[in-house]
């Protein structure tokens, strides 16, 4: 049973694990790895090339998703390769995680998270690599766990109409070759228009300014748009109120947890607006035709992907070290010449010894990377110094497990009056084949309202204070206050006190209410210039590689994606650095509308001119 307290950690050790539900007691890598095998056949012929020596031997730092994702890649090309990994389970914050004391009957633990984890239809890379995970049952593998959601909830406070956003593609898009700018900014007036009341002026200047970020060259986003904070770019701060909230707040802070006077227009533009939403409904650069905007899994994460995951891994050779600290990536002489690392959990003592290995891909969160990189390092390649300027901050949940099933809609809710950037999502509906009584905790809980946290710094409403000020069970009770503020007005109850049973936040979060709160599961945020700072997969260290959401990539935003695509350019880098003949992994890039290259080239030459963009009327 989950009371109205916070779980405790017996011990230092974090709680979860890479837990065996019931549902896949047996499933191993077995059979379905058949199929996996049979889809690897081009790159497991080319990596018979190595039989005649042993393989090349790779230590990945972290096993999160950026780590597992590099451990896959290289696996599947027959190199050897050890993960070793901070905590006693894989997955980073994309895990799931066992509640203590809560399992009953034979039941599994109830679940809990670090936050919801969501797969935008625009991701390409990271399900290319849960389709090779194998799934019993699932022809596609890990990625026929996913789940389309098809309704946004835009939730307003003091009693203002919400804001339902269907999330299905368009039922007549636009051909090919024939979307043209005047029809986009129809498209995205009626929206406005129907969906919001802000003024026609207001409406018709964002659809104007959407106009000209997609019509930017990419010299002038990387330059001009990288440089200007999107609150800046959409004049949100001479426009209403309202403007402000749903256009720069709603697209920022609650989606990304960076804040819209500071976020980078280059990043909120291409991924949040263009990816997301626009190319989206448009199902354009899609992950296939079954994929729509918003996507999540049919069960808790570790049950439907991380755990298969790790037990592919496993099939292909890949060993893990568990409960281990990276302290030190050790140089001398041009190259890596070693990683200490401590051992961690009861009995371990904090042993250090040096691990070794041909090749090394840092996988570790920024925060964590830039600590293990020592001076003769960072002197061998400066863009490592650059790292320090980069930024993370809190986007951490909290799970609140329900007597009665409230999946409020059927997607993510987004509660745009919340102080604290509050979104959420009702997990139950869309775990298919399980019944939460009957498989998790004691029997009582019928569902799980998953609930983050982007803004810890704002007063609330109940005590005046901060996330970061409050206690855990203050965090708790502002934040239910919070979701009751926007879900339960306009005439409608939707939370009662009485209906919860329990919360559960993860562990990583400690010291709340004290002088020093801290958060080791942090997020990259994405201020103005910040893409200036982020490294390349490859350095000038000839055996190191960087891994992680951090690294540029092209969907230039910290996200399970972008950790992902960056393990493919760390994977590519090596295989250069080694000389090898297996294939290098494809990397799919967000969409680029051919319709309107032609505009884009005539903004390069205005841009070289030092012209504004030719919609950008100021």
């Not at 990596?47 to 590099?70: Q, W």
């Not at 206050?481 to 209906?499: P, R």
């Amino acid at each position: 049973m989950t009371t109205e307290h916070p779980p405790r950690p017996a011990s230092d050790a974090p709680l979860g694990g890479a837990t065996r539900r019931r549902f896949l007691a047996g499933a191993g890598a077995g059979a379905g790895a058949v199929t996996g095998l049979l889809a690897l056949s081009t790159t497991d012929a080319a990596a018979t090339t190595r039989t005649a020596l042993p393989a090349p031997h790779v230590a990945v730092l972290g096993g999160g998703v950026s780590g597992l994702s590099a451990a896959q890649e290289l696996a599947e090309r027959g190199y050897r390769v050890t993960v070793y990994e901070y905590y006693d389970a894989l997955g980073g914050k994309a895990r799931s995680m066992d509640v203590p004391g809560t399992a009953a009957g034979g039941r599994a633990p109830l679940p809990g998270e670090h936050g919801f984890r969501f797969f935008p239809g625009f991701y390409r890379n990271l399900p290319d690599a849960m389709r090779r995970i194998p799934f019993p049952g699932n022809a596609d593998g890990v990625r026929g766990n996913l789940r389309n959601g098809t309704e946004a909830l835009f939730a307003r406070a003091d009693g203002r109409p919400d804001l339902h956003v269907p999330l299905r593609r368009v039922t007549t898009p636009p051909d090919l070759g024939s979307l043209t700018p005047s029809w986009l900014r129809d498209q995205l007036l009626s929206v406005l228009d129907l969906g919001t009341r802000l003024p026609a002026h207001e409406a018709a200047y964002f659809a104007g300014r959407v106009l000209v970020h997609l019509t930017s060259c990419d010299a002038r986003r990387e330059d001009q748009w990288e440089r200007t904070a999107w609150w800046d770019f959409i004049r949100a701060g001479e426009m209403s109120p309202e403007y402000g909230t749903l256009l720069g707040v709603g697209l920022t802070r609650n989606l990304v947890a960076t804040r819209a006077e500071t976020a980078s227009t280059r990043t909120v533009g291409r991924v949040i607006v263009e990816a997301l939403l626009l190319w989206g409904l448009l199902g354009r650069g899609m992950d296939g035709p079954d994929a729509d905007i918003d996507r999540v899994l049919n069960a808790p994460t570790s049950e439907a992907w991380i755990d298969p995951w790790e037990r592919y891994l496993r099939s292909r050779g890949v060993e893990f070290v568990l409960g281990t600290e990276v302290r030190e990536i050790a140089y001398e002489a041009g190259r890596v010449t070693g990683v200490r690392v401590a051992e961690r959990g009861p009995g371990a003592g904090g042993r250090v010894r040096t691990v070794h290995a041909d090749h090394y891909i840092c996988a570790l969160p920024v925060e964590h990377a830039r600590r293990t990189w020592g001076p003769a390092l960072r002197a061998a390649d400066p863009q490592l110094a650059r790292c320090d300027a980069l930024t993370t901050d809190w986007m951490t949940g909290v799970m609140f497990y329900l007597r009665t099933p409230t999946p409020v809609v059927h997607g993510h809710v987004n509660c745009l009056d919340s102080p604290w950037s509050v979104t959420a999502i009702g997990q139950a509906q869309f775990w298919d084949g399980r019944d939460f009584a009957r498989d998790y905790g004691d029997g009582r809980a019928r569902d799980c309202l998953s609930a983050i946290i982007s803004e810890w710094d704002k007063p609330g409403i109940l005590y005046g204070k901060t996330a970061r000020e409050c206690t855990r069970e203050e965090v708790v009770a502002e934040l239910w206050a919070q979701l009751k503020d926007s879900l339960n007005d306009s005439g409608k109850t939707t939370l009662t006190d009485a209906d919860r049973l329990g919360w559960f936040m993860d562990p990583a979060v400690t010291g709340l209410g004290g002088p020093d709160p801290q958060n080791r599961e942090q997020l990259l945020v994405h201020p103005t210039g910040t893409w200036y700072h982020r490294p390349t997969a490859r350095t000038r260290v000839p055996n190191l590689f960087l891994a992680g959401d951090y690294v540029r990539t092209d969907v230039d935003l910290a996200t399970m994606e972008g950790a992902n695509e960056s393990a493919r350019h760390a994977v590519n880098a090596l295989l250069d650095a080694d000389g090898s003949a297996a294939p290098r992994c494809h990397v799919f890039e967000l969409y680029r509308p051919p319709e309107f290259e032609p505009l884009k080239r005539v903004d390069e030459l205005r841009y070289g001119l030092g012209l504004p963009n030719t919609f950008d009327l100021g």
